[in-house]
């Protein structure tokens, strides 16, 4: 632990995560360990997965479990909005199809109408 809080003082980010990696191995029940890992991570993941196994230990960790509701909070929204916006996708798909099935409708409307005018037309005018 020591040698890792040396190496994050000397801005050795990495050594120090390599080296608390190593503690959470060898004391995995080490809140310590855990919340010195924390200071050092960079994906949202391996901070939950951290805040997690701090919370086992220590259940009274009021900022621990703060944060991993605040986490837990964030994904639920973030669920929420890509399930609105696939929801917004798929009528947006119908929209379109429905717009070109219209409009094929009106392509073949206006030819059929254009092609009774043209007979009736030449009925007219050539009386046959």
Known sequence: MQEGRIALDKGDRDMAHYLWRRAAVLNPYSEQVWLALLDVLESREDQQVCLHNIVEINPLNAQARRLLRAYEAK????????????HELQVLKKRQRSLMMRSVLLGVLLGVSGLFFAVVLSILIYGT
Request: aromatic share 8%; charged share 65%; net charge positive.
């Open 75 to 86: 994904d639920s929204r973030r669920f929420r909005l890509q399930r609105r916006r696939k």
